[in-house]
């Protein structure tokens, strides 16, 4: 079992900043990648920004220039700083990650979700 558990959510005013984090702990093999997703009230999920294995990264346009993904060495946490917050970007964030684990002996590749933080940016 893999559990994901965020931190670092809150109340910031506009302009302001937040550093999220996501930390999986568990019968962990490997991570593939880990990401970041956001959803407002009376909206769908959204991916915000992805970090592949590799060290690629990828970000939805409202955030560009803006959030920063990145990962520890260990490749098992991962971080959103989130720099220049607008009012928009109010949402409660979740954390997911693809990990690989060992199963009643066989290596499984499956999804995982954090329970969620909230992040408030004031006007």
């Known amino acids: 079992q893999v559990v994901l558990v965020e931190s670092g959510g809150g109340l910031v005013q506009a302009g302001g900043s937040l550093r999220l984090s996501c930390a999986a702990s568990?019968?962990?093999?490997?991570?593939?990648?880990m990401a970041w997703y956001r959803q407002a009230p009376g909206k769908q999920r959204e991916l915000v920004a992805r970090s592949h294995s590799g060290g690629s990264t990828n970000y939805v346009n409202s955030v560009k220039g803006r959030f920063t993904i990145s990962r520890d060495n260990a490749k098992t946490t991962v971080y959103l700083q989130m720099n220049s917050l607008k009012p928009e970007d109010t949402a409660v964030y979740y954390c997911?990650?693809?990990?690989?684990?060992?199963?009643?002996?066989?290596?499984?590749?499956?999804?995982?979700w954090g329970q969620g933080t909230q992040v408030t940016v004031s006007s």
């Open positions: 997911n990650a693809l990990v690989s684990s060992f199963v009643v002996g066989h290596l499984t590749t499956r999804d995982y």
């Open positions: 568990g019968s962990i093999f490997s991570t593939d990648t």
